[in-house]
T-cell receptor
Framework: SAVISQKPSRDICQRGTSLTIQCQVD?????MFWYRQQPGQSLTLIAT?????????ESGFVIDKFPISRPNLTFSTLTVSNMSPEDSSIYLC??????????????FGPGTRLLVL | QKEVEQNSGPLSVPEGAIASLNCTYS??????FFWYRQYSGKSPELIMF????GDKEDGRFTAQLNKASQYVSLLIRDSQPSDSATYLC???????????FGKGTMLLVSP
């Protein structure tokens, strides 16, 4: 596995503003993902962050609302744009390697708790 | 639409008992299956993964996979109060890339 950190760990934001969440891994990984977990709910995949190219978004999520960057194999950012109270959630990054028996296994960062007022 | 179904619980078991958590999945193309444990306020933590039909044991945990029935289970032997958490089942796509998560089963182990 790897050590995965996220910044900020939590934030309170005003509606209409944007927040950028960072995910840093201590080793190179193949895949990086961004999830949202709303209170009492399971994880919903927002997008796969692709190194050097545009992210792959899941149905219901668009780049204008959730722009994602992945400049290298250890770092990614997710921006939540023009926030509304409905964006209040926990945002999680995860990483995986596509090799051997651990292929597809995802490991999660500690999460970012976002409250939008 | 790929779906993973879990009973939301809570599943209550006494300390020392066997806890049985179940999961079904809709996509027959799924090849990999994962169990994560999530304590309240924390991020998911990988417990086990299983790719082949049958049982896979790791300490007190046993994962069971039946691809014909599209069914995955997790058995926790000698349950401890520290096992009290939400258990998330996830199915991987055939490309070993994205995961689809169930809504999780809350497990409560009473002393």
């Amino acid at each position: 596995s790897a050590v995965i950190s996220q910044k900020p760990s939590r934030d309170i934001c005003q509606r209409g503003t944007s927040l950028t969440i960072q995910c840093q891994v201590d080793s190179q990984v193949t895949m990086m993902f961004w999830y949202r977990q709303q209170p009492g709910q399971s994880l919903t995949l927002i997008a796969t962050a692709n190194q050097g190219s545009e992210a792959t978004y899941e149905s219901g999520f668009v780049i204008d609302k959730f722009p994602i960057s992945r400049p290298n194999l250890t770092f990614s950012t997710l921006t939540v744009s023009n926030m509304s109270p409905e964006d209040s959630s926990i945002y999680l990054c995860s990483v995986s390697w596509l090799a051997g028996e651990l292929g597809g296994t995802q490991y999660f960062g500690p999460g970012t708790r976002l409250l939008v007022l | 639409q790929k779906e993973v179904e879990q009973n939301s619980g809570p599943l209550s078991v006494p300390e020392g008992a066997i806890a049985s958590l179940n999961c079904t999945y809709s996509d027959r193309g799924s090849q990999s299956f994962f169990w994560y444990r999530q304590y309240s306020g924390k991020s998911p933590e990988l417990i086990m993964f299983i790719y082949s039909n049958g049982d896979k044991e790791d300490g007190r945990f046993t994962a069971q996979l039946n691809k014909a029935s599209q069914y995955v289970s997790l058995l926790i032997r000698d349950s401890q109060p520290s096992d009290s958490a939400t258990y998330l089942c996830a199915a991987g796509d055939s490309g070993y890339s994205t995961l689809t998560f169930g809504k999780g089963t809350m497990l409560l182990v009473s002393p």
